[in-house]
C-alpha cells in the first residue's frame, strides 16, 4: 500500500487493514494497492478487490481547530454593547430624577411676570400643587385636595367644569418628571393655560 504517487510502500496489510486505514482517514481512495496477483499499482477505488466496499466510503469529516492565539470578539461586543445600553438607560432615568430649579421673581426684574392674588388665584385658576413626600414620592393637591397620581387628570377636568381654563402650577423641589406628569394631566384635561408659581 501506498499514498498516491509516492515512492515509500506500507507492506503486509491485509484486506481488512487497508479498509480500516481508509476509514480513519489514513488512506484515501486515490491511494494506491497492489496485491499478490496485481501486474501493476491500481487506485483502491479501482481496485476490483476494494471498488465496491470504497463506492461507499464517506470521507471522515474534519474538525476545525483553531489555534491557542484565536480570540473569539463575539462575546466581548455582546458584553459591550450590553454595558452601553444600560448606560444610557441610566443616565437617561437619572436626568429625569433631578430636582427642578424653579425660577425667581425679583422686583428689581425687568422680566414681566403677572402678579395674582390669592382670591382671585381661587375663584378663576385651577390651583395644583406638588411636593416630595417623605417616602421621595410625590404628593399632588388640586385646589388644595390631596389627590393621587392616578386621578390627577380627573381631578383637574372636574375642577375645569367649575371655573375658568387656566391653571397655576406650584411645583417646589420636584424632578422634573413630576413636573411633566402635571403638564400631561392638564392637557388631557383640556386646560388652555397653565402658568407656573414662582417665589419672590
Not at 2 to 13: K, M
Not at 82 to 96: G, N, Q, R
Amino acid at each position: 500500500m501506498r499514498h498516491e504517487g509516492s515512492p515509500h510502500v506500507t507492506a503486509g496489510l491485509s484486506p481488512a487493514q487497508v479498509m480500516e486505514g481508509l476509514h480513519e482517514g489514513v488512506w484515501m481512495p486515490t491511494d494506491e494497492v497492489r496485491g499478490p496477483g496485481d501486474p501493476k499499482w491500481q487506485s483502491l477505488e479501482e481496485h476490483p478487490h476494494f471498488a465496491e466496499a470504497v463506492a461507499d466510503y464517506e470521507p471522515p469529516k474534519k474538525v476545525a481547530r483553531h489555534s491557542d492565539d484565536h480570540l473569539d470578539m463575539n462575546p466581548i461586543i455582546d458584553v459591550a454593547l450590553v454595558l452601553l445600553i444600560f448606560f444610557i438607560l441610566t443616565a437617561s432615568y437619572d436626568a429625569l430624577r433631578t430636582v427642578m430649579d424653579m425660577p425667581t421673581a425679583s422686583t428689581k426684574s425687568k422680566s414681566k411676570v403677572k402678579k395674582i392674588s390669592d382670591n382671585q388665584a381661587k375663584t378663576e385658576y385651577v390651583r395644583v400643587k406638588a411636593r416630595n413626600g417623605p417616602d421621595g414620592k410625590p404628593v399632588f393637591q388640586v385646589d388644595g385636595v390631596d389627590v393621587t397620581e392616578e386621578n390627577l387628570s380627573t381631578a383637574i377636568s372636574l375642577a375645569v367644569i367649575e371655573k375658568r381654563n387656566k391653571m397655576i402650577i406650584d411645583a417646589q423641589e420636584v424632578t422634573i418628571d413630576t413636573y411633566i406628569k402635571i403638564i400631561d394631566a392638564g392637557n388631557k384635561a383640556k386646560v388652555a393655560s397653565m402658568n407656573l408659581r414662582v417665589e419672590e
